[in-house]
């Protein structure tokens, strides 16, 4: 079974400093999407970053990035010059990709960042 | 990004009545749609997969006679809760799956609190 694991339920950063958010899978899929959504107060999820598993490169956005460990199944978010509006429940998802026919994510339990004044 | 709506964003009905919400794609064409139920403080529980065109695949434990689903268009699936109970009180939101540059994304609507008197 496809899994996705967060285990650190709670974290806090200082503001303008940086946090690493840790997640881990399991599939046996060779190809597949990684994800990272952000879920402030207001409930809206939004996507903060995406990695195709194809790819070996760590993608990046602006003060996101990642750090993909295929062979390891891990998928790290570091959050740089931590801001205050950086505080939510952040969700790391998984899908298998196109190829599998289905397009589900697969979701972990959240980690509920606060970054502090 | 993509933009999905979702409506209405709160509502209120009393036992024993249906409530429908509709999820929208403003600007792109979605073939599949999926609608979630989040606990608070959990993460996002799938129900079920919304395919455009024919009938919706139903996650297991989710009771397809109480949450019928309809997708009618490429840009619209709605989602009733028929004969509402006080149990089905919780926050529902829809995604949509955008195929951007070779990658399955799902864009998340901004939700809809159901509460259930």
């Known amino acids: 079974a496809q899994t996705v694991t967060q285990s650190q339920p709670e974290m806090s950063v200082q503001e303008a400093e940086t946090v690493t958010l840790s997640c881990t899978y399991d599939t046996s899929e060779s190809n597949y999407y990684l994800f990272w959504y952000k879920q402030p107060p207001s409930r809206q999820m939004i996507l903060v970053i995406r990695?195709?598993?194809?790819?070996?490169q760590n993608a990046t956005e602006n003060r996101f990035s990642v750090n993909f460990q295929k062979a390891a199944k891990s998928f790290s978010l570091k959050i740089s010059d931590s801001q205050l509006g950086d505080t939510a429940m952040y969700f790391c998802?998984?899908?298998?990709?196109?190829?599998?026919?289905?397009?589900?994510?697969?979701f972990g339990t959240g980690t509920r960042l606060k970054v502090l004044a | 990004g993509a933009v999905v709506s979702q409506h209405p964003s709160r509502v209120i009905c009393k036992s024993g009545t249906s409530v429908k919400i509709e999820c929208r794609s403003l600007?792109?064409?979605?073939?599949?749609m999926f609608w979630y139920r989040q606990f608070p403080k959990k993460s996002l529980m799938l129900m079920a997969t919304s395919n455009e065109g024919s009938k919706a695949t139903y996650e297991q434990g989710v009771e397809k006679d109480k949450f019928l689903i309809n997708h009618a268009s490429l840009t619209l699936s709605t989602l009733t809760v028929t004969s509402a109970h006080p149990e089905d009180s919780s926050f529902y939101i829809c995604?949509?799956?955008?195929?951007?540059?070779?990658?399955?994304?799902?864009?998340f609507g901004p939700g809809t609190r159901l509460t259930v008197l």
């Open positions: 998802a998984f899908t298998p990709g196109t190829t599998s026919g289905t397009y589900k994510y697969i």
């Open positions: 995604s949509a799956r955008a195929r951007e540059g070779g990658t399955d994304t799902q864009y």
């Open positions: 990695q195709e598993a194809y790819k070996q």
């Open positions: 600007d792109f064409q979605a073939t599949t």
